[in-house]
């Protein structure tokens, strides 16, 4: 969106002269949907994660890239990944809780956040691979998998 802006002093007297104006232009914000039927699969130490592509509305700024948010509940820190690509493999201890996050980015800044993603030490361990799929239903049933020891 354009603007013109102009600056002017203001005290008890009354305004000032206004400066020349500038034309300045905003950006569009960022999508507000978040990456969604985010898949994943676990090979040993290796968590591969794929997700449709979020395309962007007349109204918002395109999407660049992707951000994957990953926090490890062990040592309580969070690292991130950029990627320009609707997949990402993302190497994990077996010993520890992960929490996972995926955002759209664009000149606007990040979108919205997708459901959040856990991964669960025990769901790692009971075999060397599994699937996911974030429908409700199957989050529920992995998080009770996971508690479980087991994994589909």
Not at 105 to 125: C, D, N, Q, T, V
Request: net charge positive.
């Amino acid at each position: 969106m354009a603007y013109y802006l102009s600056v002017a002093a203001f005290n008890t007297a009354g305004p000032g002269p206004q400066s020349v104006p500038i034309n300045t232009t905003t950006k569009k914000p960022p999508p507000d949907r978040a990456p969604g039927n985010i898949q994943w699969t676990v090979t040993g130490s290796t968590l591969t994660l794929h997700w449709d592509p979020v395309v962007a509305m007349e109204t918002e700024s395109k999407v660049t890239g992707y951000l994957v948010l990953l926090k490890s509940h062990r040592h309580n820190e969070v690292n991130s990944r950029l990627t320009n690509k609707t997949t990402v493999e993302l190497s994990l201890s077996s010993s520890d809780n992960y929490l996972i996050q995926i955002k759209a980015l664009s000149e606007g800044g990040e979108g919205a956040g997708s459901e959040p993603i856990h991964i669960h030490k025990l769901s790692m361990g009971a075999r060397g691979s599994g699937t996911g799929c974030l429908s409700p239903l199957y989050r529920s049933a992995l998080i009770i998998c996971a508690l479980l020891g087991s994994i589909w």
